[in-house]
């Protein structure tokens, strides 16, 4: 019971996942209604239901965009955990690709994962500086493309819905 549930808006925008207990809390009192099912049943003492994978809100429900909150988790999560300039995975920090010193911001497009080694060699340098290559280049994530990194799994119906726009 641990597997999300993509919830589409009435307009078929995917704006969030959530556990499969409130997807079927959300179909049993018609605020959503099953778009995609997976294998297996959810038994009550005297009915059984599909287990949903994507289900859709029966009202359009306006979501402000307030954008994924730059965090550290957020960083490392969109780099997949792994060093840009060496993919390690092993003690990994948070690298400024242009120094504050040299006037860089805190930013999605600044910010980066970086093992302690290639952090500590690229010092207060910019990568070019340093002689070191980025592996790619760091952006802001999307929405849809964030809600893929925040799920273990995902469902192959879901690929119609997170489509990401690039």
């Known amino acids: 019971m641990d597997q999300k549930v ?12 959530c556990s ?3 997807a079927f809390i959300l ?4 605020k959503a209604e099953l778009v995609e099912k997976r294998n297996g049943v959810l ?6 239901f599909p287990v949903p994978s994507i289900i859709r809100l029966q009202r359009y429900v306006n979501v402000p965009y307030k954008g994924i909150a730059l965090s550290r ?36 497009t600044n910010l980066g994962t970086a093992c302690m ?17 980025l592996k790619q280049k760091p952006k802001k994530p ?18 119609t819905y997170l489509r990401t726009k690039n």
């Open 27 to 30: 179909l049993f009192l018609d």
């Open 43 to 48: 038994r009550t003492i005297s009915k059984s």
């Open 73 to 108: 988790q957020n960083i490392m999560r969109r780099d997949q955990f792994r060093c840009l300039y060496c993919d390690s995975t092993k003690n990994l920090t948070i690298d400024h690709i242009i120094p504050r010193s040299r006037g860089g911001e805190s930013n999605w």
């Open 142 to 159: 999307s929405l849809t493309s964030f809600l893929v990194l925040h799920s273990d799994t995902i469902d192959t119906s879901w690929h």
């Open 6 to 17: 993509l919830i589409l808006n009435q307009d078929y925008s995917a704006i969030s996942l």
């Open 117 to 133: 080694r290639c952090n500590t060699r690229k010092g207060d340098r910019t990568p070019e500086e340093a002689n070191m290559q």
């Open 20 to 22: 499969i207990h409130k």
